[in-house]
């Protein structure tokens, strides 16, 4: 036999997602996640799998992995101490950033420290022009110097940052080889290697998140890789990346930055690939784990991506899948805060201790806490077989809040569910306006632990068609790190008006482009062909920002500045409702992704019912703080075909859907929930 694994470590429970790669047949599995021993929980899969399903390690051709050690390094601040050297007189980069405030209708609003404070950056004697030409060569002694006083400060690593290093990296290479011969202990970081934009603040706090994760991320995957090693997994260990692909785990190490978003990016690509089989061409991705609620916009089976992605405090500025992400997942706590107005959030109690219904020594009230309260989750074990609900808990949890808040535990229970879907609102209306749609024409595509308990609150609220429910909604982020394709991204600032003289000589730059990406290819050892994306950053003269606008390879090497500037018009258009034709148009950037595809599972139909669904038992559940006779049905008892009302209650066994009153499911041939609403 040979197997295909992607796994997902989320903050509470790791998933995987099997494929054996003879029959077609995917198996999937959640554990607890080992934030306290990383690699453990995969130690305890494998195993089990196994033992349920005679999986040899040894028999694994492929293994992926999503993680979120990167991220959470950054939100918690626990990183690098790392020394920034930077061109002399430009030591304020990361302190005066855009001179922006994070909220612009707030007046107290404070700007984060940075993470390389001012007294651990040092200027260099060094100048290369905006042309590329190198007017001031760095000099070893003033190199020297700065490492000294960066060991004297007690760095471990350091970021070098430029200025116009995006036209010529040598001075960022020279100072980088400098510090390689007197300091080989330290770690160093160059901007023009991390990603090469135009912008000195994007490129600099770019190339300082990567430096600032590098270590704890080589550190967790030379951990993860012991213990495949151990398992007798001999198989490459592939890394999902923040723009949807996969690289080798060498890459991984080096270029931390593009894996900043590597399990987030998992789950919109597997639910991009399972709405695309489906025939769902407009959804809007909801993935909630524990910690957060992650929204993105999927058109045709294909992500939204963008740069500058949101990172605790930081934005980074290479490719990613667009997401918006909100800190209120299942694990999210609820508290009152010294106004006495109840908060739901960004704190989680993780997978340890959890929420207090799950038993592991929690006692603080959470969502999860919450939807048990109100009796909608718990009437069957979760996260196959490793969590019994304990509702008594859950409601001692929200007890001590009765008091402050002057309510009855399930009208607690159902406001803490109401504040939750209110901040993923707000963040949702955000992502619409970003990408000029309408929530109205979309269907609300859940996933995650908790995405399809929730789902139909945010849906009612936003208006929208309807929910899907995918038959395996809690592994789909380990599913789409299965089926990621080999992907990268490659940029080369150009910075010319788009006419006939200046388009006309990107030929050698789109063949250089190429080059360099088919070589990425083969070195991840891909045997397969390659599918080439041009795109260019362009805008109309006096724009502070840029608009990614895809561009065919017969326009550019050609030099067709025509059509160049026809498909920037119409990508102005489409965004801001309206253009000027003529107007000039600046390229700023080019870029090129290439992508080598990976074997996908196929959807199989399930079996057409032949009679009613009857549920396995009713209970009393607790909807917008009313009593409701709910039916309670078990996911496995639906076939195609079969319709049921809510309220009703669908439980499996890596999720609870939770469908409220007014609101109708049906089963399609594939096994999805459509569940769409009955009730203005």
């Given at each position: ?366 969502i999860t806490d919450a939807m048990a309260a109100a009796n909608l989750i718990g009437h069957m ?141 083969e070195a991840q050892g891909h045997e397969g062909g390659a599918e080439l994306r041009f795109s ?145």
């Open positions: 036999m040979a197997y295909r694994i992607g796994v997902d470590v989320g903050g509470s429970f790791t998933d995987f997602a099997v494929l054996n790669a003879q029959t077609g047949e995917l198996a999937t599995l959640k554990v607890f996640s080992r934030p306290d021993a990383p690699g453990e929980e995969i130690r305890l899969a494998l195993d089990t799998l196994k033992a349920r399903d005679g999986l040899d390690p040894q028999d694994v051709r492929y293994f992926t992995h999503g993680t979120t050690v990167g991220v959470n390094t950054v939100l918690q601040r626990n990183g690098e101490t790392l020394a920034l050297f930077t061109t002399r007189n430009f030591e304020d980069v990361l302190d005066v950033a855009r001179l922006k405030i994070p909220q612009i209708h707030n007046l107290y609003s404070v700007r984060p420290e940075p993470l390389i404070s001012r007294d651990r950056v040092f200027g260099i004697g060094e100048r290369t022009l905006a042309t590329g030409e190198v007017l001031q060569a760095p000099d070893v002694a003033d190199v020297a110097a700065a490492v000294a006083a960066a060991r004297g400060a007690g760095c471990q690593g350091i970021v070098i940052a430029f200025l116009h290093a995006y036209r010529n990296p040598a001075n960022e290479r020279a100072v980088a080889q400098i510090i390689a011969g007197i300091a080989p202990d330290l770690a160093v970081v160059t901007s023009s290697a991390t990603w090469p934009i135009i912008r000195e603040y994007e490129r600099t706090i770019t190339a300082v998140i990567s430096g600032y994760v590098q270590a704890r991320v080589a550190h967790y995957l030379d951990r993860f890789e012991r213990v495949l090693h151990d398992k007798g997994v001999s198989c490459p260990l592939l890394i999902t990346k923040s723009n949807g692909g996969v690289m080798a785990i060498a890459e991984a190490r080096n270029q931390c930055v593009q894996m900043i978003l590597s399990g987030t990016a998992s789950g919109v690509i597997g639910a991009g690939y399972l709405a695309r089989g489906s025939g769902f061409d407009r959804i809007m991705s909801l993935d909630i784990g524990g910690t957060s609620a992650d929204v993105a916009v999927i058109l045709d089976g294909e992500a939204q991506y963008g740069v500058g992605e949101q990172i605790g405090d930081f934005q980074i500025h290479v490719p990613s899948v667009a997401v918006s992400s909100v800190g209120q997942g299942g694990g999210s706590i609820a508290w009152v805060d010294a106004y006495g107005v109840l908060q739901v959030g960004p704190h989680s109690a993780g997978s340890t201790p959890g929420p207090a219904c799950y038993g592991r020594g929690g006692t603080r009230p959470t074990p979760l996260g196959y077989g490793a969590v019994t609900v304990d509702r008594a808990a859950a409601r001692a949890a929200i007890a001590p809040l009765v008091g402050p808040l002057g309510a009855t535990i399930e009208g607690i229970a159902g406001n803490i569910i109401e504040i939750s879907v209110s901040g993923m609102y707000a963040e949702v209306s955000a992502l619409t306006s970003r990408f000029a749609i309408d929530p109205r024409e979309f269907h609300l595509f859940a996933f995650g632990g908790a995405g399809a308990m929730l789902a139909c609150f945010l849906a009612r609220e936003l208006d929208m068609q309807g929910v899907v429910v995918p038959p395996t909604p809690g592994v789909v982020s380990a599913l789409g790190g299965l089926i990621a394709d080999l992907k990268n991204d490659f940029v080369r600032t150009i910075y010319c008006g788009v006419t006939e003289t200046a388009i006309g000589s990107l030929g050698p730059v789109c063949d250089a482009l190429e080059a360099t990406a088919r070589a990425w290819l260019a950053d362009m805008r109309y003269p006096g724009q502070s920002f840029e608009i990614e606008t895809p561009l065919a390879d017969a326009w550019l090497r050609p030099g067709d500045a025509a059509a160049i500037r026809s498909a920037f018009h119409d990508a102005h258009a489409r965004l801001y409702g309206h253009s000027d034709p003529a107007a000039p148009v600046q390229m700023i950037s080019l870029r090129l992704v290439i992508r080598g595809r990976t074997p996908k599972p196929a959807l199989t139909p399930i079996p057409v019912a032949t009679g009613p669904i009857e549920p396995r038992l009713r209970v009393e559940g607790w909807f917008d703080g009313q009593g409701h006779d709910t039916a309670v049905y078990h996911r496995q008892d639906f076939a195609a075909g079969h319709r049921c009302c809510g309220p009703a209650i669908i439980a499996q066994d890596d999720t609870t859907t939770v469908v409220p009153p007014g609101f109708a499911v049906r089963v399609d041939r594939f096994g999805n929930l459509v569940i769409t609403r009955t009730e203005p």
